[in-house]
């Protein structure tokens, strides 16, 4: 019953977002509440193909916006236009733009409540390997339950011909039972359930082995970042001028953290958050998406710059990235900011590096694909970054403090992780560098507050 209830639970989780994909919908987890009450956050959308000429208006169709994923109502089909009109049920307005044909994923069939949110259980690589440890555990555990009914089979068998040879009279309810546990026990061959049994021993202990490293791993990862915690930061020593952001809240002692490892940029730090990490940059972006900031190998790696960006924080913009741990470590927390509660408590962050600390104003944030035109690298102070900055501050999923304004002379910052709410979904925060007088935490020279918009 155990093992069978495992399966179910496996099925249960998998199936209304499986199924559904190879009959040819695309599924998508609600994250935001612009189509309540029709459609609430944590449901799971299934959209099907249409053709874009023929969707009717008041009929919910899915669509690309920038790199997001958007479900929002049809006000109008401008068929000789090739565009839509639409618009959120909660939303005050209509869409600020009409969405080209060619933006189209198809028409919402149906939706879900609460299931998007299981799908987080899995849409992880340590998910999957929890399902197929828990599936492995379940048929295994069947398996289980045919060999102890076999022996079972075999104790009455011998009981029986032991009673009988005794002379003693057998009970006919005592035969009933041995004749049924032998028949229950006869369906299938021995060498296919050992084969079987033998094959999700495998994938029980190769499941369960990758579970058992990849907790290590994070346990070992806590132990590495706590301790660089401990050794290279402290509190200021300036609370008057830290409290009023003329420098930064904490100290960071870059002059032995760079003998570690001179590939460290800086250091990121949200008060009242996880966020407190050195920045690194690699030769590619591989080095340390499994490496810590040592250099050792860490499956949560760690904080770090794009490659292609000029080191320093001295591009127009530029992306740092980091992993979603289940755990909440690392960069997991940016999707807290999709709350305007929680981004009204935190509007600002902290980059501090060993020439010059800067005040990360929040602008915007927000869900994107991994392969949106966003995650451009730009050097230089253009029209076209100007434009990439409009683009990405009009979606942002909280309304930015007031001098979280766009000032062109300001270089920024967009921290990046995985999100779980569609295919290779992931979440943005862009941020405003506003340095202030200090560096690695210490004032400089005539100190003065240079926070400005």
């Not at 249960?12 to 599924?27: D, E, F, K, N, S």
């Not at 920045?279 to 499994?290: A, C, F, I, K, S």
Request: proline letters at 4%; one cysteine or more.
């Amino acid at each position: 019953m155990l093992g069978t209830l495992f399966i179910v639970a496996v099925f249960a989780l998998t199936l209304p977002l499986t199924i559904p994909r190879l009959m040819g919908y695309q599924v998508f987890s609600v994250i935001s509440g612009s189509m309540e009450p029709a459609i609430p956050v944590g449901s799971v959308i299934y959209v099907r193909e249409a053709d874009a000429s023929e969707v009717q208006v008041d009929e919910i169709i899915a669509f690309y916006d920038e790199g997001s994923v958007v479900a929002h109502r049809v006000v109008a089909n401008r068929t000789s236009l090739g565009e839509f009109v639409t618009k959120g049920d909660a939303n005050n307005t209509e869409d600020l733009f009409p969405i080209p044909y060619d933006a189209l994923i198809g028409v919402v069939a149906l939706h879900v409540p609460y299931v998007g949110r299981a799908m987080a259980i899995y849409a992880s690589d340590v998910g999957k390997v929890y399902l197929m440890l828990t599936l492995a555990c379940g048929v295994m555990l069947n398996i289980l339950a045919d060999r102890l009914r076999r022996n079972r089979s075999r104790r009455l068998r011998r009981d029986i011909e032991r009673q009988l040879a005794d002379g003693a009279q057998v009970d006919a309810s005592t035969v009933a039972a041995a004749e049924r546990e032998e028949r229950r026990a006869s369906h299938g061959g021995r060498w296919v359930r050992t084969v079987v049994m033998a094959v999700l021993a495998l994938v029980f202990l190769g499941s369960g082995g990758v579970v058992a490293f990849v907790n290590w791993q994070y346990h070992l990862s806590d132990e590495t970042y706590d301790a660089a915690k401990s050794s290279y930061v402290k509190g200021t020593k300036d609370e008057a001028a830290a409290k009023a952001g003329v420098i930064a809240p904490i100290e960071i002692d870059f002059k032995e953290l760079l003998e570690v490892n001179p590939d460290i940029q800086g250091w990121i730090y949200c008060e009242g958050t996880d966020i407190n990490y050195p920045v690194l940059q690699g030769e590619t972006n591989d080095t340390y998406l499994r490496h810590d900031y040592r250099g050792d190998y860490n499956v949560r790696g760690s904080i770090f710059i794009d490659a292609d960006n000029n080191p320093g924080f001295t591009d127009a913009n530029t992306i740092v990235y980091g992993h979603h741990m289940s755990s909440g470590t690392m960069f997991a927390m940016l999707e807290d900011w999709s709350s305007q509660e929680y981004y009204d408590e935190h509007p600002y962050m902290w980059l501090l590096t060993p020439e010059q600390d800067y005040q990360i104003v929040l602008l915007s944030a927000h869900h994107v694909s991994a392969h949106s035109d966003l995650y451009e690298i730009y050097h230089e102070h253009d029209a076209n970054f100007e434009h990439f900055v409009t683009e990405i501050m009009s979606e942002s999923d909280f309304v930015p403090v007031e001098e979280a304004t766009f000032n062109a002379d300001r270089n920024y910052v967009m921290l990046t992780t995985c999100a779980y709410v569609f295919d290779d979904a992931r979440y943005i925060i862009f941020g405003k560098l506003v340095p202030v007088q200090s560096a690695g935490g210490v004032a400089l020279p005539k100190s003065k507050s240079l926070i400005t918009n």
